[in-house]
């Protein structure tokens, strides 16, 4: 499994946490993910060989929330 960690400054409450984790969760090869609302960040476990960060960033983004640099 590999780890990865996005900063998703927009967040600011729960339902904005399942959001993303809904969108994330629905990836094949995603195995977890956890946002954090007051860190601004969200954590992913994924198998690399079944999905990429280009995916998960689209995932994030298909929530509704931007993926900062």
């Known amino acids: 499994m590999t780890e990865v960690t996005f900063r998703v400054p927009d967040m600011s409450c729960a339902h904005c946490k399942a959001a993303v984790e809904g969108e994330l969760n ?13 860190k601004g960040t969200v954590e992913v476990s994924y198998d690399e060989t079944r999905v990429d960060t280009e995916e998960l960033e689209g995932a994030i983004e298909e929530a509704g929330y931007t993926v900062a640099a």
């Open 26 to 38: 629905r990836l094949p090869g995603v195995e977890s993910s956890n946002a954090d609302v007051e």
